[in-house]
């Protein structure tokens, strides 16, 4: 059975950090590019960071470089999502979603930036 689990989101005051873990089981994890999106009320979902297969490149939308930084680690089939300086605008729902011969994506997990 395949699944994506998210963990670490919350609320934190603005500047503030948190660290969104994903955890796969099911596939081949080192095969699949994987990605971070999420959601804000009344927004379609973002793009916000990719990584691929292998942890070589990664990449990033304008509104988060230098702040975000998505990292993996195959052995332990995880990928992250590191998140510093926050700003209430990255509130949203963040999902993990796990690109390649199939597509699969996680539950999400909430981050509130408030103070």
């Known amino acids: 059975q395949v699944q994506l689990v998210e963990s670490g989101g919350g609320l934190v005051q603005p500047g503030g950090f948190l660290r969104l873990s994903c955890a796969a089981s099911?596939?081949?994890?080192?095969?699949?590019?994987m990605n971070w999106f999420r959601q804000a009320p009344g927004k379609e979902r973002e793009l916000v960071a990719t990584i691929s297969s292998t942890g070589g490149r990664t990449s990033y939308v304008d509104s988060v470089k230098g702040r975000f930084t998505i990292a993996r680690d195959n052995a332990k089939n995880t990928v992250y999502l590191q998140m510093n300086s926050l700003k209430p605008e990255d509130t949203a729902v963040y999902y993990c979603?796990?690109?390649?011969?199939?597509?699969?994506w996680g539950q999400g997990t909430q981050v509130t930036v408030s103070s």
């Open positions: 979603r796990a690109i390649g011969r199939n597509e699969y």
């Open positions: 099911g596939f081949t994890f080192s095969l699949y590019v």
